[in-house]
């Protein structure tokens, strides 16, 4: 029986590689100038840093993957990635400075939901967690990140849709009004909605199967709930980004896919081609009661993730390329079995010198390895005969011109680091 990849998974294969490096390494030069650092956790945490009895979102309750361990331990492969970061930042005690701890994350996590285009049971995120404090000014400046970040991709037509969940006074109003609308219709929503009403009524908003029901069309939004205090929070939040001249727009109804959120939610989207209105490409929020949930102290954060899949798919439908493939500077050709080892020694030598080099191992003929020196885009090709071996030579061909010349072997990092300096 052939082996096939799990449904839901995919490979990167070598050939796309170098987009996933590429994107990578854009992530960690745009946060390092907001200074953050990168934190790494586990991809599998105890069960019960996300099923928590606050949290009653599809994602927790239904897309997990759980498991017990050989020692009867329950544990769940990482769904996302924030309570992951915030149980780190309890366990290890990081609150005790007093400061703010701004990180960063970027890895695989794991849902069991239907699987689609750019939608994987397993997928990586990179996610910011700015946690300590709560104040407008940083819940402006985790969104600004994410436009920011959005738009030196190259993306166009970036926009903000933002909007408040306000405090837990102004929460548990919305969540009683929600209630109170809803009841008379309960009937005529899905199994889950109907138990959703009772537990949180919020998660009815953002129901698959009811989302255009017309009781969830007409619900009201948090905004028509809020008290004098959340009101002014937000007003200081859009304050702020209206200071930095970003494009945003209020989103009455949104908010965002977990339970953990308070105050300020939002979502990022650019116009990309082909995507339709599902041009979502992240988002996130605040939240308050993560941090002592996990058993810290009472502090909240503000954090937001994006797939790197949606990234990338949406790089390529706007044909943007981050960076091209690595192209190899020298290839090196040999005719013989004795002069191979001539060439491991060359190789090593360019490569003392940070020269990208490589050379056929599959003993193809000179032919064969032409094709494939070509293929990698060869900058010099070195080419080592017997003849020129044994006149303590090798042929070195410039791609680009056609010029080749011979150097001897003991001269050809030199003569390689002169033409690449010029």
Request: glycine content about 8%; aromatic content about 10%.
């Amino acid at each position: 029986m052939a082996a096939n990849r799990v449904k839901g998974t995919y490979d990167v294969l070598p050939s796309e590689s170098y987009k996933w490096v590429a994107l990578e390494t854009k992530i960690r030069e745009i946060l390092s100038l907001y200074n953050l650092k990168e934190i790494r956790t586990p991809m599998m945490e105890y069960s019960n840093v996300f099923h928590r009895d606050s949290e009653g979102s599809d994602m927790v309750t239904k897309e997990t993957y759980d498991f017990v361990d050989r020692s009867n331990r329950a544990l769940t492969l990482r769904p996302e990635g924030t309570a992951g970061v915030i149980r780190s930042y309890v366990e290890n005690k990081l609150y005790a400075s007093q400061e703010l701890e701004k990180v960063y994350y970027i890895g695989p996590n794991f849902r069991y939901e239907r699987p689609g285009k750019g939608r994987y049971r397993q997928f990586s995120q990179f996610g910011v967690e700015a946690i300590g404090t709560v104040d407008p000014a940083l819940d402006a400046e985790m969104i600004i990140l994410a436009y920011d970040f959005i738009k030196r991709l190259g993306l166009k037509g970036v926009k903000v849709r933002v909007n408040t969940l306000g405090d837990q006074e102004s929460r548990d109003r919305y969540q009683e009004a929600l209630v109170k609308h809803f009841t008379p219709h309960i009937h005529e929503l899905c199994e889950d909605c109907k138990n959703r009403i009772d537990k949180n009524p919020l998660r009815i908003l953002d129901c698959k199967i009811d989302y255009k029901h017309e009781s969830v069309i007409n619900a009201p939004t948090p905004l028509d709930l809020l008290n004098d205090a959340s009101r002014a929070y937000f007003d200081e939040v859009k304050s702020h980004l209206e200071m930095c001249g970003i494009d945003y727009v209020i989103a009455p109804k949104l908010v965002r896919g977990l339970d953990y959120y308070s105050h300020t939610v939002f979502e990022i989207e650019a116009d990309i081609k082909g995507f339709g209105a599902a041009n979502v490409l992240g988002g996130g929020g605040r939240y308050q009661k993560l941090v002592s949930e996990l058993g810290g102290p009472d502090l909240g954060g503000i954090g937001f993730a994006f797939g790197m899949e949606r990234l990338l798919m949406a790089l390529e439908a706007n044909h943007i390329e981050l960076n091209e493939d690595v192209e190899v500077d020298c290839f090196v050709i040999t005719f013989s079995k004795e002069l191979k080892k001539i060439g491991t020694k060359i190789l090593y030598d360019l490569r003392q010198e940070n020269f990208v080099s490589d050379m056929n191992y599959t003993a193809k003929s000179f032919k064969g390895q032409l094709k494939q020196a070509l293929r990698f885009n060869s900058k010099y090709l070195i080419i080592l005969g017997d003849e020129e071996y044994a006149r303590g030579v090798v042929g070195i061909k410039d791609t680009k011109t056609e010029i080749q010349e011979e150097i001897k072997i003991e001269n050809i990092t030199a003569y390689i680091k002169k033409k690449m300096e010029k």
